[in-house]
T-cell receptor, first 112, second 115 residues
């Protein structure tokens, strides 16, 4: 089954404790991206990657890092999480830029 | 900067009522347009998309949308809603030949359908 898999689905952490949210897709898509969803703001893009070792900032990259060492994986790294990063995070992939995006199930992160 | 606006924050309808959700975007060049739906507690799923051709696009579950280039709009419609359509709906835009920013989403419209 074609899918985008994120882990974990739920995470509660403390301020400053580094964390990684994993994202993996099995569709051989070149393009992957991370979004955060906040009430009233819709989805805002954090980072995206057009291929292995090619990443770039989206709208709200501050406080986040990503890496794309393999085509299927695109982890999101919070080196020092803060409460304003409490949000619902979605990973997405698409076969190429500007085409339909397939979304993961989401990761609800709470930073206390 | 490119932006997407959705006219309504929350729409409440009774079953069998007709639905129209507004979406406007600010970019003037070639665009690709999408409507996604997010059912409670779930991820976003594609309802329909427009890349080119017939501006009236039909999607899944009886939804359709009309692209009006002169109005920079891509409104979503359904003639008769069901309780199961209760969800949040997001309009999204991408630029046709862009190597930078990908999707720009609107803030979403929450639809509540009363049985």
């Amino acid at each position: 089954e074609a899918q985008v898999t994120q882990n974990p689905r739920y995470l509660i952490t403390v301020t400053g404790k580094k964390l990684t949210v994993t994202c993996s897709q099995n569709m051989n898509h070149e393009y992957m991206s991370w979004y955060r969803q906040d009430p009233g703001l819709g989805l805002r893009q954090i980072y995206y990657s057009m291929n292995v070792e090619v990443t770039d900032k989206g709208d709200v990259p501050e406080g986040y890092k990503v890496s794309r060492k393999e085509k299927r994986n695109f982890p999101l790294i919070l080196e020092s999480p803060s409460p304003n990063q409490t949000s619902l995070y979605f990973c997405a992939s698409s076969v190429e830029l500007n085409t339909e995006a397939f979304f993961g199930q989401g990761t609800r992160l709470t930073v206390v | 900067a490119q932006s997407v606006s959705q006219h309504n924050h929350h729409v409440i309808l009774s079953e069998a009522a007709s639905l129209e959700l507004g979406c406007n975007y600010s970019y003037g060049g070639t665009v690709n347009l999408f409507w996604y739906v997010q059912y409670p507690g779930q991820h976003l799923q594609l309802l329909l998309k427009y890349f080119s051709g017939d501006p009236l696009v039909k999607g899944i579950k009886g939804f359709e949308a009309e692209f009006i280039k002169s109005k920079f709009s891509f409104n979503l419609r359904k003639p008769s809603v069901q309780w199961s359509d209760t969800a949040e709906y997001f309009c999204a835009v991408t630029r046709g030949n862009n190597y930078g920013q990908n999707f720009v989403f609107g803030p979403g419209t929450r639809l509540s359908v009363l049985p």
